[in-house]
């Protein structure tokens, strides 16, 4: 049992008892919630948070929705604050890898595939072809395929060098003694379908003037073909380079040897760690992802240093995912890659044996062995939302030119963007609806195929960003809830909800639909696969927003009130590990074999759970220069609150009833803050009762607003007359 401090709401601290919210003799910073009427609730939902704060923290990409969101509210550090979370973003989106095309790079682990994409499916796994003279780092491919490093020279080809050495902590060295270094691979075969990108990493430390060259040949075809791509930077240090293969005319059939042509200064030492085919592993919700968090990150902290240089790079990553998925001229998201069309890697032959497809179903997302793309509805429903991110940033922008940002392009206008946002709800609500089915589909394959297998996670999520209309709100809450029953799924009514924290991610079963990859999906039972009847508990949040947007906040309530339970009865039991140990209550996933379940470990985004009082209950809007709020309180909890909200260069304590807001400021910049509430007729009341006299600001829709200063230890009430 840990001790920490939390408010009492009387202007008093009191110790209360926080079980298995962090080590033994630990003592919490906070933040800590309060219901009123509903203690143990609370103390369960500051002990979730406590919980998953720590681990809460990527570069990868494809947290970037999720993990920011949830974190740069959070004052949970010594001072206490969320400085640390907001330092380790800003790091992080300042830094985060944009290819010369525009596509924001994925940065998860080393993989054996495209570098700036997922690490795998990998050429281990799609009869591909590869050469590594180096496994330094490659632990993940060591573990998973017993790759090894390669020794010999054997079947080699190497021109206009001499050999050094084959280093095993570096690569291949070889010292020119030409101006042109040609190595050429040994014989081998492999269908282009499975290389669309022929990844070289290496190093030279003179390069020569020019481009270098990707050079292959195609069975049953005479000569060479080339690809021209970037010479490393000057001084040898080891880069990659994506060959994008695949687009050059005639890139079809049977690969049969490969070769690398760089120019070189005479001397000059050329490296190269590995040569490998690569599937097309990028996901088209990256750019979207980042988009996200550096519009969240600017928005909680107002850091217009930072909006300086980074939007002109989050307007590069949005033309680039308007203009590589067609999104101006089909208002959805239409994937073009190799591999991302929508079709299964998975089939059948005439007797009904399985029959393995290399190169189709490439993962599109968080759900990466669902062969999401063609017409896709989950990068759509991203897309979408980081349209409106960017068309209420380009406003701020341009409402305030003391920031001295670049002026966007025309098509980068607020407005353009807000219309274009439209444009793709529309479409969102008819091209992804099953009317039969009464829900949303995953994806449309190029082919024409549709692809539903009852995703919750896509129908909720939609709700809470508002892409569905009110009937379909209402619609796919009868099918969660159990008042309608969609034919063939395999899981109808309360089986639903069987993991009690929430839907499960599908409700129909799935053996035919993923990457060639994961080759029998048959063998795992139903619910033992997070991705097939499995569930994992951070998109809870997603259910619970979607609850309180389409249902109200009673019924949000009600829905959190029974995680809450499910949670106090795992860590009574000692938490998910040893909980679920118990036979018939699930199969983990985390930290290597698959599972059905997902908490910890990867499962980073569990941390998004309790962030539903602060974007829910209490409707927390951060905005440049300030916040608002838009409380909407379940009629059985008649105060709601939480302590250690880090809005911009404060941290408040925040208390709401329906008559009034009462804000304390534990720490304070200089500077003035802005502070929203609805539409109505609101006193500003000070500490001693006083009624202040400050002048509301025109709000938008008839809100209210006021720019105070505030100070430490200084308390406001919001006072509705």
Known sequence: MVMGLIYDWANRWV???????????????????????HESEAARLTELLALHAPQARTECTLWDPWLPMATLWAATGAEPSAREAREFYRRALLRKRIDDDGYVAMQQHRGMAHSDGWPFPAWQQSTGQGWHFSLVGEEWAVQNFRQQAVTSLEGWEISGAEVVEIDPAVGLKVRATEGTVTLTTPAFSCGTVVAPFIRVEWGVDRPGAGLGVLGWMLDGQAGW????????PAGGSLTYANVPVHRQAGYDGLLTRLRVVVPVEAGSLVTLKSLITAIDTRHPVTNSAFLQA?????????????????????????????????????????????????????????????????????????????????????????????????????RAAAAHPEWQTEAAPATMEAEALETLARAVRIDFQTRFWDAEAGRFIGWIALDGSRHDFGFTFINTEAIHHGLATSLQEKTIFEWLDGSRVVNGDTSQREDIYRWRFGPRSTTRRNTENYVWAWSAPESIGWGDQVQDGGAVLGFTYFELMARLRALGPDDAWRRLREVLGWFGEVQAAGGYRSYYAEPGRGTLQGGGPPGGLGFDHEFMESVMVPSVVIHGFLGVVPEAGGFALRPRLPS??????????????????????????????RSASDGELIFDLPAGRWDVVAADGAVEAVTALDGADGAVRWRLRWQAGQKRIFRRR
């Open 15 to 37: 110790l209360m008892a926080i079980i298995g919210a962090a080590g033994a003799g630990a003592l919490r910073a906070g933040p800590d919630f309060f219901f009123a009427g």
């Open 636 to 665: 059985g909890v008649p105060r709601l609150g939480v302590s250690g909200l880090h809005v911009q260069d404060c941290v408040f304590d925040v208390m709401a009833s329906n008559a009034e807001i009462e804000l304390i400021c």
């Open 294 to 394: 550096a519009s969240d990150y600017f928005n909680w902290t107002t850091d217009v240093e930072f909006l300086r240089v980074a939007l002109p790079r989050m307007r590069r990553a949005l033309a680039y995912l308007l203009e590589e998925f067609e999104v101006r001229s089909e208002n959805h998201v239409r994937v073009p890659w190799v591999g991302h069309d929508g079709r299964t890697g998975l089939a059948r032959d005439a007797a009904g044996a399985r029959v393995l497809r290399p190169g189709l179903g490439v993962g599109n997302n968080y759900w990466d062995l669902l062969p999401f793309g063609g017409h896709d509805a989950m990068a759509t429903m991203q897309a979408y939302v980081a349209l409106r991110r960017m068309a209420a940033l380009e």
């Open 225 to 232: 073909r080339g690809a021209e791509f970037p010479l490393p």
